[in-house]
């Protein structure tokens, strides 16, 4: 009774806490209300499910080594590397969901067919979480960031996946025959693998939030297996919540889910793209320094590139002496800007810069003919004009911030090459576009000391 | 689970999923990669069905204790990794002024 009632009060919580992570002046206050109901529902399954000493034993070290590790590691972890760690932890949960399934399968008895199918389900869904997210991650970590292709795959894929569910069919007839539920969840660990091998690194974020809506439906999977009401809540409401979340991002991004999924990034024909005309025109620090100078308006566009170079704190510090010239500046964000939609807004707030002087895309897209200078750092795709004009492109049909508008338009930028999607940009050959090598931190560290010693 | 029971079941997942729909239909972009984390964490209650799954196990079937064991390591990793790091990103969002267009 106390139990339910614990479980009830905190799937409560749950919804509440959400809810209010969606608005920026009460997202704090949302996560510790969430965080209540979790510590709650412990609590009371702890007190509740007392099953002699041993046990104990097993249940507070596996909870003080697994919550002790994701605590550490999330502590320390650097906020450029936050999508990654939103795999790992997704794909913990993932497993746990699936150790569920394979326990109730072992132990077999009393359940009814109906009951074992959703359990095999949520076994299938959760360990295909598992060890994708954390093929995710280590691409993301950069651990191997070749796109494995090869011939076939997706016949090949298909096939691990169909045997992978006639071992499931076969599993609601001899559930607790263990090899044969050992071979159901190899595969199904192969099939996640092999599902996630050929996603490029610029769709991984869309991969990870698909991963974290299908661990919610496990979850919720699960707890009808058990019974538990706030398990079936919280794994539902996450797993619609994630499914609208991966669509919002796929559309950002303009790709389809099933072209993400299916077909490996810059295998598309990039070969039909019109040939970019015309040279980069390098500047100095001291002409880019001064020509901001004596601006009035001013968008800086940061990508993840600004992120890697760890220059956001300096970015910051060179807007406030723009900002005491006079200069109005402003920061205008790309949907997919860094590796997740709200990333570089994470980092940016991390550097301090306020709200209210970071814009979304269709808020800001229209002054840039009124603006003097465009600053693009660290970015590329979500600035190339391709994405407007030229049909063959890849992006084609992508929004992007009309930086090519602007009277003058300066890219920072570590070299010549292309980016992480490697498209030819033609806003670098533009005229009225100037580039600025090196290392992003390094050269706003540059532009500082021209800008003091004008 | 009797027939009825299994239908409230049902009903409760009907409505839940409603309920997340709505929840992050009209979010701002900036937030949703702390909105991601978050109901990251939010399934992290898969560990209470873990600490169940354990106590059910067999006491005397090491396999059985092994994959409870695994299960409750992984649900607490889900559950403490995905309260940290969402609490760490909503927190630098604290002293920001919200303005117009936030």
């Known amino acids: ?454 | 689970m009797n027939e009825f029971g299994g239908f409230i079941a049902l009903y409760i997942f009907m409505l839940a999923a409603f309920t997340g729909y709505e929840v992050i239909a009209r979010v701002p972009a900036i937030l949703h990669t702390p909105l991601m984390s978050g109901s990251n964490f939010i399934h992290g209650i898969v560990l209470v069905g873990a600490m169940f799954a354990l106590m059910h196990a067999d006491p005397n079937s090491p396999t059985q204790l092994g994959i409870g064991f695994l299960g409750v390591l992984l649900g607490a990793g889900n559950a403490a990794g995905g309260f940290v790091v969402t609490e760490r990103m909503l927190e630098m969002f604290k002293r920001s002024q919200p303005g117009p267009h936030s």
Not at chain 1, 183 to 205: E, N, R
Not at chain 1, 312 to 321: I, M, P, S, T, V
Not at chain 1, 374 to 403: F, H, K, Q
Request: proline fraction near 3%; charged fraction near 15%; include cysteine.
């Open chain 1, 1 to 454: 009774m106390i139990l339910e009632l614990v479980y009830f009060a905190a799937a409560v919580l749950f919804i509440v806490g959400l809810k209010q992570m969606g608005t920026p002046v009460h997202a704090r206050r949302g996560i510790v209300w969430a965080g209540a109901g979790m510590a709650a529902a412990t609590l009371a399954t702890f007190f509740y499910t007392y099953d002699g000493p041993t046990k104990l034993l097993l249940l507070l070290t596996a909870m003080a080594l697994g919550g002790g590790v994701a605590w550490w590691t999330g502590r320390r972890v650097a906020m450029t590397s936050m999508p990654q760690m939103v795999a790992v932890y997704n794909g913990m949960g993932g497993g746990a969901a699936a150790c569920i399934a394979a326990l109730e399968l072992l132990g077999g008895a009393g359940h009814s067919t109906g009951v074992l199918v959703l359990a095999v389900l949520g076994a299938l869904i959760g360990t295909v979480s598992f060890s994708g997210s954390m093929i995710a991650f280590a691409k993301l970590q950069g651990w191997f960031d070749r796109t494995l292709t090869f011939h076939n795959q997706q016949w090949i894929n298909f096939g691990v996946l169909g045997t992978t569910l006639l071992l499931g069919l076969l599993l609601l007839f001899f559930p607790s025959f263990a090899p044969l539920l050992l071979l159901f969840f190899l595969l199904a660990l192969i099939y996640g693998v092999m599902m996630t091998l050929p996603i490029g690194g610029a769709d991984m974020p869309v991969v990870i939030s698909l991963y974290n809506a299908l661990t919610g439906l496990a979850v919720c999977l699960e707890g009808f297996v058990l019974d538990n009401a706030v398990m079936i809540i919280a794994g539902t409401v996450v797993g619609a919540a994630g499914t609208l979340l991966t669509r919002l991002m796929a559309k950002a991004m303009n790709r389809s889910l099933r072209s993400i999924l299916f077909s490996a990034f810059g295998t598309a024909d990039t070969g039909t793209a019109v040939a970019v005309e015309g040279d980069m025109k390098e500047s100095s620090a001291i002409d880019v320094a001064a020509l901001m100078a004596y601006s009035r308006e001013i968008i800086i566009i940061p990508g993840y590139g600004l992120a890697v170079a760890q220059a956001q704190h300096k970015l910051w510090e060179y807007a406030g002496l723009l900002e005491q010239r006079g200069i109005r500046v402003r920061f205008a964000i790309h949907p997919v800007a860094g590796r997740m939609p709200g990333h570089m807004n994470v980092l940016l707030a991390e550097a301090g810069v306020p709200y209210d002087k970071i814009h979304d895309l269709e808020d800001v897209n229209n002054d840039f003919p009124n603006c003097d200078v465009a600053l693009v750092i660290g970015a590329n795709d979500v600035v190339n004009p391709a994405a407007r004009t030229d049909e063959g492109s890849p992006i084609y049909g992508m929004p992007i911030l009309s930086a090519d508008q602007a009277r003058n338009c300066i890219v920072i930028k570590r070299g010549r090459g292309k980016g992480f999607s490697g498209i030819e940009n033609r806003l670098f050959y533009a005229d009225n576009t100037r580039m600025l090598y090196g290392d992003g931190r390094e050269a706003i560290t540059a532009l500082i000391q021209e800008l003091k010693s004008l």
